[in-house]
């Protein structure tokens, strides 16, 4: 089996999976308790958050767990607009955030909010000079995320969280989801606010993620019913998944250093043999792209027919975001970058990991170009 669909979700390492068994096992008792038990297990998270803030040069009172990163995009982005509407109902944001974020956005629209949605050029990037352009005195939130989730574009971000500092009042959200392990990010020196992660996308258990929350910045809980996480999360923590997302982003971040060099191999290779192939179009762009993505059309062939026929040889890759890639409609992504139908509808993503070779790549290519070939033949 190939698998080349990492972006959707990472297989979780066996050393998480070890962990994750262990600790639902020993520390079962709910951390809230006042017990012994409930002691131990409130320590292990305690000294998890205490990591987490450690390999993100964070403080430990910045870190707030959530189920995921569709929660802390959410966290961050309505608990900013609901604490500080009265201040201003304006925010920024780009054409091509992911849909935890773009529906978001579209949910405060309903509620009297007034949202910026800046266009992207071709790559799918945006400018820092369009940001300054869009900023209003009532704007108090600019939201970006780093790394594109389908055509691995990324963002500068960078740039943006500097010269926001000009403008204290403004709040920087940054979606990192997909960056994290892959795209090297300074919060802290960015000027970022506020900064979501997921741990199933960094090999890490499903339903568990946490936000950066940068010390000094306030907003407002989506979930209520206890004092949880500062009180800005309700709901008794997933102690087993918070533990197995501390090992696994600690074995990312180093694997990052050790292998990235592995991963951008593989990415040239792929791309390399992408632009000899008739009838392929590369969407990623060559230059401010994440190692792990590559984004390709093939007009002509319906993505889901060649997802399927690649599935058949035991490969597996998608078409778009996971999140949307049941819908039948074009990625609003490419279609944000001025690509025409034929190629927005036509759009494959592969997503690697540290665990893909050189070799995986190879056969795909192979197995690729074979079926291209076959299906064009039936489709005369």
């Known amino acids: 089996m190939i698998y080349f669909d990492n972006s959707a979700t990472t297989k979780p390492f066996p050393e998480v999976l070890q962990t994750y068994v262990t600790v ?10 006042i017990h012994r038990l409930g002691g131990e297990v409130e320590r292990l998270i305690t000294k998890a958050r205490q990591q987490i803030a450690e390999l993100i040069e964070a403080d430990p009172k910045e870190i707030v767990f959530t189920s995921g990163g569709t929660e802390a995009n959410n966290l961050a982005i309505k608990g900013i607009a609901i604490l500080h509407e009265a201040r ?46 869009a900023l209003r005195s009532d704007t108090i939130l600019v939201s970006v995320m780093h790394v594109n989730n389908e055509l691995g574009t990324i963002q500068p971000v960078q740039a943006i969280g500097k010269h926001l500092q000009q403008y204290p009042k403004i709040f920087f959200h940054v979606d990192n989801v997909q960056a994290i392990g892959k795209v090297p990010l300074k919060y802290k020196q960015s000027g970022i606010d506020l900064c979501s992660f997921s741990s199933h996308k960094f090999h890490g258990p499903k339903g568990v993620g946490f936000l950066y929350i940068r010390e000094g910045v306030s907003l407002s809980p989506l979930l209520t019913g206890g004092t949880h996480e500062r009180g800005l999360r309700a709901g008794t923590e997933n102690v087993p998944g918070i533990i197995g997302m501390t090992k696994a982003l600690r074995m990312i971040l180093e694997k990052s250093r050790s292998e990235m060099n592995q991963m951008k191999e593989l990415n040239s290779f792929v791309r390399e043999q992408l632009t000899t192939m008739e009838s392929v179009f590369i969407n990623t762009p060559k230059e401010n792209s994440a190692p ?15 997802i399927h026929a690649l599935e058949d040889k ?3 890759a998608s078409t778009k975001s996971a999140c949307s890639s049941k819908s039948k409609a074009v990625s609003r992504i490419l279609e944000a ?26 056969q795909f290519i192979e197995v690729l170009t074979e079926l291209i070939s076959n299906l064009k033949k039936v489709m005369r």
Not at 101 to 124: A, I, M, W
Not at 292 to 306: A, D, Q, R, W, Y
């Open 337 to 362: 970058t001025g690509h025409d139908y034929e190629r927005a509808s036509s759009a494959i993503r592969i997503s690697f990991s540290f665990e893909n070779t050189l070799n995986e790549g190879k």
């Open 314 to 316: 035991e490969i597996y």
């Open 24 to 33: 639902s096992e020993k520390y079962f008792a709910n951390p809230s308790s």
């Open 292 to 306: 792990h993505i590559v984004n390709f059309s093939v007009p002509g062939i319906k993505p889901e027919v060649l």
């Open 88 to 133: 201003g109902k304006h925010i920024v944001t780009t054409e091509v955030e992911h849909a935890s974020c773009y529906e978001s956005f579209h949910q405060l629209e309903k509620n009297g909010f007034d949202v910026t949605y800046l266009p992207v050029d071709r790559n799918g990037r945006i400018s820092v000079d369009d940001v300054e352009r």
